[in-house]
């Protein structure tokens, strides 16, 4: 088998309200798909959110990007994906999301192709479901509380709660009473997306020492390890690192300057889901706790990838995020299945998603490539 065409398709997707985090607020997704086709028609399919504070990637940057590595893909066979990601790190240097997009395309191909499922090409199965964090981030205290009480009443067990917003006593008074509604039993987090000061991130982890948090994600800047470890050494609440981890390589440069106890994992920020896969074993060996996320407004594709990822990674303490269900309209026929705050693993061919062409052809928009003023 070979593959015969690898095309980008960039996409705008509805959400069905606003999410606001510091410095971001998603109105409308905007990601790109890649579609690839190989010699017997066969069509595998991967995306990636455009996500210009994180990878510092758009859907434009992407969409060259993909453009620009389709010949050392076009022509290959799509089994050998180890042989692919060295083609396209050779081809061109960073731009994870645009590889991400890219393998995990292959990786569906290849199962559709060999009736496996993304799962039994990246190792062997460690769970059968895994437990959703359900994103509190509307950016209003009484419309969050509501969302906590509404996600608790539908089963969800797991929590992340948006700050970073407003100061850090407000934030901390908004998790405390969101602490309240949710309970215990359940595993809540408060991400505030590198948006605090090193004064306001101390403040913070202060203001909700009781409140029941089990882990603060990314609370200063993503390159401000010292800052990391100052405020990890400040407070016994688990300190995260998302914004912050872009390799292998950054995740022992937390572990070593003691600047987080775990890690948010996303495909964008790897370059993929064996890469995703090998952070996540890395992870274990550190004793470092993973969350594996998908980037606000990601579709059935990229979280169906995501919870194939999770069906192999040997620990996963801090849930998966997918973000799907935030999307007033996905690409797939019959999006990802989330019942009672759990997502159960498919053993389908592929993904085990159907991509409807009609679907992706409504939300599909012009990238401008080239203009000169
Ligand atoms: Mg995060």
Same mark, same amino acid.
């Given at each position: 088998?070979?593959?015969?065409?690898?095309?980008?398709?960039?996409?705008?997707?509805?959400?069905?309200?606003?999410?606001?985090?510091?410095?971001?607020?998603?109105?409308?997704?905007?990601?790109?798909?890649?579609?690839?086709?190989?010699?017997?028609?066969?069509?595998?399919?991967?995306?990636?959110?455009?996500?210009?504070?994180?990878?510092?990637?758009?859907?434009?940057?992407?969409?060259?990007?993909?453009?620009?590595?389709?010949?050392?893909?076009?022509?290959?066979?799509?089994?050998?994906?180890?042989?692919?990601?060295?083609?396209?790190?050779?081809?061109?240097?960073?731009?994870?999301?645009?590889?991400?997009?890219?393998?995990?395309?292959?990786?569906?191909?290849?199962?559709?192709?060999?009736?496996?499922?993304?799962?039994?090409?990246?190792?062997?199965?460690?769970?059968?479901?895994?437990?959703?964090?359900?994103?509190?981030?509307?950016?209003?205290?009484?419309?969050?509380?509501?969302?906590?009480?509404? +996600?608790? =009443?539908? %089963?969800?067990?797991?929590?992340? &709660? !948006?700050? $970073?917003?407003?100061? /850090?006593?407000?934030? *901390?008074? #908004?998790?405390?009473?969101?602490?309240?509604?949710?309970?215990?039993?359940?595993?809540?987090?408060?991400?505030?997306?590198?948006?605090?000061?090193?004064?306001?991130?101390?403040?913070?982890?202060?203001?909700?020492?009781?409140?029941?948090?089990?882990?603060?994600?990314?609370?200063?800047?993503?390159?401000?390890?010292?800052?990391?470890?100052?405020?990890?050494?400040?407070?016994?609440?688990?300190?995260?690192?998302?914004?912050?981890?872009?390799?292998?390589?950054?995740?022992?440069?937390?572990?070593?300057? +003691?600047? =987080?106890? %775990?890690?948010?994992?996303?495909? &964008? !920020?790897? $370059?993929?889901?064996? /890469?995703?896969?090998? *952070?996540? #074993?890395?992870?274990?060996?550190?004793?470092?706790?993973?969350?594996?996320?998908?980037?606000?407004?990601?579709?059935?594709?990229?979280?169906?990838?995501?919870?194939?990822?999770?069906?192999?990674?040997?620990?996963?303490?801090?849930?998966?995020?997918?973000?799907?269900?935030?999307?007033?309209?996905?690409?797939?026929?019959?999006?990802?299945?989330?019942?009672?705050?759990?997502?159960?693993?498919?053993?389908?061919?592929?993904?085990?998603?159907?991509?409807?062409?009609?679907?992706?052809?409504?939300?599909?928009?012009?990238?401008?490539?080239?203009?000169?003023?």
């Amino acid at each position: 088998m070979k593959v015969v065409k690898l095309e980008p398709i960039a996409v705008s997707l509805p959400m069905r309200k606003p999410v606001i985090m510091a410095g971001e607020e998603v109105r409308r997704a905007d990601n790109v798909l890649v579609r690839v086709t190989a010699d017997d028609g066969t069509v595998g399919w991967g995306e990636a959110a455009s996500a210009p504070t994180m990878t510092g990637e758009t859907i434009e940057s992407m969409t060259a990007a993909i453009l620009h590595l389709a010949p050392v893909i076009e022509g290959r066979d799509p089994g050998d994906i180890e042989g692919a990601l060295v083609a396209l790190d050779g081809r061109m240097y960073a731009n994870t999301g645009a590889k991400a997009a890219v393998e995990i395309a292959l990786h569906d191909l290849v199962g559709r192709a060999t009736g496996r499922p993304v799962h039994a090409l990246l190792g062997d199965k460690t769970r059968e479901r895994a437990a959703l964090l359900g994103v509190i981030g509307g950016g209003d205290r009484d419309g969050d509380l509501a969302d906590a009480a509404r +996600k608790k =009443a539908d %089963g969800y067990t797991a929590f992340k &709660i !948006k700050v $970073g917003i407003d100061a /850090a006593e407000a934030d *901390a008074a #908004r998790t405390r009473a969101i602490c309240r509604v949710l309970g215990d039993e359940m595993l809540i987090s408060a991400d505030a997306n590198q948006g605090f000061s090193m004064e306001a991130a101390l403040a913070f982890v202060r203001a909700v020492a009781d409140a029941g948090l089990d882990f603060v994600e990314q609370p200063v800047a993503g390159h401000d390890l010292a800052g990391m470890a100052a405020v990890a050494a400040a407070t016994t609440i688990a300190i995260g690192a998302d914004e912050g981890i872009h390799g292998i390589d950054d995740i022992r440069r937390h572990h070593e300057h +003691k600047a =987080a106890h %775990g890690v948010s994992l996303k495909a &964008i !920020k790897l $370059g993929g889901l064996r /890469a995703v896969v090998a *952070a996540g #074993r890395l992870c274990d060996r550190l004793g470092m706790d993973v969350n594996l996320s998908c980037k606000t407004g990601e579709s059935s594709i990229s979280c169906a990838a995501a919870l194939h990822a999770a069906a192999v990674l040997p620990g996963l303490a801090w849930g998966l995020t997918l973000t799907c269900q935030a999307l007033a309209s996905d690409v797939a026929r019959h999006p990802v299945p989330i019942r009672r705050g759990h997502a159960e693993v498919s053993d389908g061919p592929g993904l085990g998603i159907e991509v409807d062409e009609a679907l992706v052809q409504r939300h599909r928009i012009a990238v401008a490539l080239r203009s000169v003023a």
